[in-house]
């Protein structure tokens, strides 16, 4: 990032100011070995662009989006309606307070040029696939620098193929909207305007500060890796940089707008002081980091999985190019010393490491290149055939992670939404309650949900979606909402329960039930039943078809290992079988056979579920794997009534209750 390094490192001499790429034909022009693979690269990048808007199309068609869309396109739609200072009804707080992330208000100037959250998704597209086309022009650079020649064209195919096949880029526009996938372009865009000493490198700071506290640490490791690496004057820029970056994120803290950081510096208060969930100044997390290094040690080993899927995909030896190992490092420990998996998974927050240690990959490659080439087209080879692994692994896999919600399902959905007006308030699913947030109100359907005056919408869809609800608690509520409540049940198809509910005076707050009431069982019908909704909901129940199969299940309960009874209140003309499982290990606990019942009954089953099965979570194979979060540590424990077909049949409820 100047004209020289300390002896040792890894880079190249940077050209002169305002100067493209070094090592190229008369007048600078791009030599022609290159000229084609930059060719392709723009091709397959602009190829890359399109598939991820029509992906985004998909997802945003079939309700793939979770509460994090939810937040940002909620304020997107409240900005560009004159609402300046939007309220994060998801978050319980004032937008700006989520990251500081003020590049929501520009950006909904966009609102108006075409009126869906689908824009928010293409944007993200676009930044995502922006910043890979700066690094691969940047890594070109490198390419020519060290390897003039042939080999320079095995270098710049290696990170092109870095670029285009890493799967957790497909992964980080998959999981609804986020700032970063706005950040990796500004930062991709700093980089190289200041690796090549252009003076308008300081244009992107401000665009990329206003990406949130975040994109500050961004800011402030790419200021430490000039300073390390540049001499002289230059080395201003780096200090200036590095300053401007740890000034936001602390300027963030003080006025609270990192409440949806976890409170920011306040997540790693545990590595300062073991135990502590207090407080916490910067000089005191220094110190603690100082003075208690085997916790920082002890919580990198224990995800060491998705270190490695991080950095194995994006080529890995980019870790010893000095300019970007400080914002390399400053991603890294975010995110692996931050709390559980929530950041350490392949994902957005690790952005910059898949768009920017290709660029490092490829100067590591050269250097070593020029050394030893046998070394350097040895490693080459490497590098690109363990990302074609990862993706052969990984990308199969796009659609069954974040492609959760059938297209009847979503055609419900679309339906419902089109009916709901925007001034009325939507509590929906986790896994679906994206869409519905063009509106001052809308929450997920989990804990205590705030009321106001006027007519709220309740939108079930327990089955489906990334981030699910409770099937037990939905069952519930849903329960609650036709009977005490008094609701009116608007649809009950393809998986959706829709209520619409007018709150009576003096009622402000709902909890959301955690499923420990029964269950109404005309929620989950099965195969060979129907729902019954004819009369009061006290007499909804679900009723045999007359063909072979379950009439209800899906009655399920997250619980820990132990004793419990199971319940179920039933009539039946003919032969039944009640049975519990344990969908975890997909285990049949316990079944008892009956020939009829005596009218309506309740028949109760003990059910030892004290064996614990882990999580059937898909990890990968070989030196491809991955850890995401580590799967529900309850088992799913589910009751089902199924009949051999031919009579009549009717379930009316189920019940789990753990045995004293």
């Known amino acids: 990032m100047s004209d020289a390094t300390p002896a040792g490192t890894i880079t190249a001499p940077v050209p002169a100011r305002g100067g493209g790429a070094r090592g190229g034909g008369a007048h600078g022009a791009p030599r022609p070995v290159l000229r084609a693979v930059r060719r392709i690269g723009f091709l397959v990048l602009g190829v890359k662009l399109a598939c991820f808007g029509w992906w985004s199309v998909l997802l945003y ?22 609402h300046l200072n939007p309220y994060d009804t998801v978050g319980n707080f004032t937008f700006w307070q989520n990251h500081a992330e003020f590049i929501m208000w520009p950006l909904a100037l966009t609102y108006w040029i075409f009126p869906s959250g689908v824009q928010l998704l293409w944007m993200q597209d676009i930044g995502v696939v922006g910043a890979e086309l700066v690094a691969f022009l940047w890594l070109c ?62 244009v992107w700071v401000l665009p990329l500060l206003a990406c949130g506290d975040v994109a500050g640490t961004y800011v402030f490791g790419l200021g430490v890796g000039v300073l390390i690496t ?19 994120v602390l300027f963030i803290s003080v006025i609270h707008g990192n409440l949806g950081s976890g409170h920011g510096l306040q997540a ?34 224990s995800k060491r999985l998705d270190l490695w899927a991080n950095l194995a995909s994006s080529g890995g030896l980019g870790l010893a190019f000095v300019p970007l190992l400080p914002l390399m490092l400053v991603v890294i420990l975010a995110n692996d010393l931050f709390r559980g998996f929530l950041f350490s998974e392949p994902l957005f927050q690790s952005l910059p490491i898949y768009i920017l240690l290709p660029v490092g990959t490829v100067a590591v490659l050269g250097w070593l290149g020029r050394r030893r080439r046998w070394l350097g087209l040895l490693l080459t080879g490497v590098v690109i055939a363990q990302a074609i692994g990862w993706s052969v692994i990984w990308s199969p896999r796009t659609p069954h992670q974040w492609l959760r919600v059938p297209g009847t399902t979503a055609a419900t959905l679309a339906a419902i939404e089109a009916r709901i007006p925007a001034s009325d308030a939507v509590f929906a699913s986790q896994g679906v309650v994206g869409r519905f947030s063009s509106r001052l109100d809308v929450r997920p359907l989990n804990g205590h949900l705030p009321i106001q005056p006027g007519q709220d919408w309740f939108v079930f869809t327990p089955w ?33 329960w829709v209520f619409r509910w007018h709150p009576p005076q003096g009622v402000h707050r709902l909890r959301v039930p955690g499923g420990t009431l029964p269950l109404p069982a005309w929620t989950a019908p099965g195969a060979a ?31 820990w290992p132990g004793q419990y009874d199971a ?50 979570l898909y990890a990968g194979w070989g030196p491809f794997q991955a850890k995401f979060g580590g799967g529900p540590k309850a088992q799913r424990l589910e009751v089902r009534v199924w009949t051999p077909g031919g009579a009549m049949v009717n379930v009316y409820q189920a019940r789990l209750t753990p045995r004293p």
């Not at 940002?72 to 739609?77: E, F, I, L, S, V």
């Not at 880029?169 to 909207?177: I, K, L």
């Not at 037990?472 to 608007?490: D, R, T």
């Open 464 to 496: 489906v979606g990334v981030e699910t609800q409770k099937t037990a608690g939905a069952m519930v509520f849903a329960g609650q909402l036709a009977g005490p409540m008094h609701a009116k049940l608007v649809a009950d198809t393809n998986g959706v």
């Open 567 to 616: 319940s179920v209140r039933l009539l039946a003309r003919g032969p039944v079988n009640v049975e519990v499982w344990n969908n975890t290990g997909d285990v049949l606990l316990v079944r008892r056979s009956l020939p009829g019942t005596d009218g309506i009954q309740t028949i109760t089953l003990p059910v030892d579920a004290t064996t614990g099965y882990p999580a059937p």
């Open 61 to 82: 068609q079939h309700f793939s989006l979770t509460p994090d869309f939810a937040q940002y396109q909620q304020a997107w739609y409240l900005i560009a309606h004159a």
């Open 141 to 202: 650079q490198l390419a020519e620098r060290y390897r003039p020649g042939r080999d320079a064209r095995w270098l710049a195919i290696a990170g092109l193929v870095l670029l285009a096949v890493n799967p957790w880029s497909w992964w980080s526009v998959s999981f609804d909207f986020h700032a970063e996938c706005l950040a990796v372009l500004f930062i991709a865009l700093l980089a190289w305007d200041l690796w090549n000493d252009r003076r308008r490198a300081w």
């Open 529 to 559: 039943g129907r729902a019954v909704l004819a009369g009061p909901s006290s007499r909804w129940h679900v009723t045999s078809t007359g063909r072979p199969g379950y009439v209800a299940d899906r009655l399920e309960w997250n619980r």
């Open 268 to 301: 790693y208060a545990y590595l300062a002081a073991p135990g502590s969930t207090g407080s916490l100044t910067m000089p005191q997390l220094a110190l603690g980091l100082a003075t208690h290094p085997g916790a920082v040690l002890a919580k990198l080993w």
């Open 230 to 248: 540049a001499r002289g004057k230059s080395r201003w820029r780096g200090a200036v940089m590095a300053f401007l970056g740890v000034f936001a």
